[in-house]
């Protein structure tokens, strides 16, 4: 039996919870939040740094989170209000909830913290037990009046700074100019030399944010409870946080989807999507149920594989899919409404260059230029 499983920001939702939140309560959030990230970009994809993961600015931002008082219940809150679903992702998700139990167990796996995915299983009644999130309790920790001070003047020093930027392929410290080196370095002694010794940097070693290898070991860890292989998954998803869980599905047979993806995600996953709304994810997740892994990625693949670009034109979408569309009721169009505008691709060597910025042309389109940016 398959079992299907989805990344939450990206195929699901509109948002980037982690960077709203730092752009509500944060002073120049938007900023901070956005040089972080990009300096998580390169500990987990550049230098590879030991024990971390890509995702886990989801935790560097939590020292700041407390030196302005931000508390479980502003999180819940805020959550709650903003929460903002791609078009179709709630019948999607409800879809889900309601018929495939039955026949197939679907999960999110999502590096969000907690409380952003308790505002989305209330929304839309998907399951909480079946979503594995980033857990945090932020009101566990606390720091004193010096060290807030001493987080907020860090957060004055982070918003003044320049993204660091460097060239794709480079292996480590020594590809960095003069410039972004700086960056770099300074944040290093930022985190590592300045905030971890802190009582409050003990949140370093203590969440566990569920990005990089920890989405792989989330699917693993289904696999197992369910009896299932790993080769009969389907896996959505838009980000760097996929990658490991991209590579461990190509590895063992299963499907894996670039939603919107960016770069990171495009190159590791072995179809992508691109699609102002998430109907023609939610009709190849209805055809997996139905044809199981093998049957649909031979079908995908017969078809996407008879053009140049490997994309399927709206012919060949409409002829492979066309009994899978949900109830009219839900979706009251025909198949070709719903595929119009939206790409579906074999990611291939030959075709990756198009793929990404098609991929992320629609990726600003659809969730801004803000946060399409972020890895």
């Given at each position: ?118 505002a989305l299983s ?89 990005g990089g290898h ?105 002829k492979i899919l ?54």
């Amino acid at each position: 039996m398959p079992f299907i499983a989805l990344d939450c920001e990206g195929p699901i939702t509109l948002n980037d919870n982690a960077f709203e939140l730092s752009e509500e309560f944060i002073p120049y959030g938007n900023k901070v939040f956005s040089v972080i990230s990009k300096y998580d970009d390169f500990l987990a994809d550049v230098v590879k740094r030991l024990n971390y993961k890509a995702g886990d600015t989801l935790k560097l931002i939590i020292p700041f989170f407390k030196s302005v008082g931000l508390t479980s219940k502003d999180m819940e809150e805020f959550s709650s209000k903003t929460l903002s679903l791609i078009d179709g992702a709630e019948q999607m998700i409800k879809d889900i909830s309601r018929e495939f139990p039955h026949t197939i167990p679907a999960f999110i796996i999502s590096t969000s913290y907690d409380s952003y995915l308790r505002a989305l299983s209330k929304k839309t009644g998907f399951m909480f037990d079946n979503i594995y999130c980033t857990r945090v309790n932020i009101d566990s920790y606390n720091v004193s009046s010096s060290e807030a001070m001493l987080l907020k003047e860090l957060i004055n020093e982070i918003a003044s700074m320049d993204i660091p930027e460097w060239e794709e392929g480079i292996k480590g410290y020594s590809g960095l100019d003069d410039k972004n080196s700086k960056i770099i370095r300074r944040l290093d002694e930022i985190f590592w030399d300045i905030i971890a010794p802190m009582p409050i940097g003990r949140v370093f070693n203590e969440v566990n944010t569920v990005g990089g290898h920890e989405k792989a070991n989330s699917l693993k860890d289904i696999s197992k409870n369910l009896n299932m292989p790993l080769k009969d998954a389907i896996y959505a998803g838009d980000s760097i946080t996929d990658v490991e869980a991209f590579q461990l599905l190509r590895s063992e047979g299963g499907i894996s989807i670039a939603f919107n993806g960016n770069g990171y995600a495009v190159r590791n996953a072995e179809f992508a999507i691109a699609s102002n709304d998430a109907r023609l994810l939610h009709i190849i997740i209805k055809a997996f149920s139905t044809l199981g892994n093998a049957m649909l990625k031979d079908m995908l693949k017969e078809a996407l594989n008879r053009t140049e670009s490997h994309s399927a034109t709206q012919e060949t979408l409409q002829k492979i899919l066309e009994g899978f569309i949900p109830n009219e009721g839900d979706y009251p169009c025909c198949i070709s409404n719903i595929v119009k505008g939206s790409y579906l691709f074999l990611t291939t060597s030959q075709n990756m260059d198009i793929v990404i910025k098609i991929s992320a042309e629609k990726r600003r389109e659809v969730r801004g230029k803000k946060i399409a940016s972020l890895g």
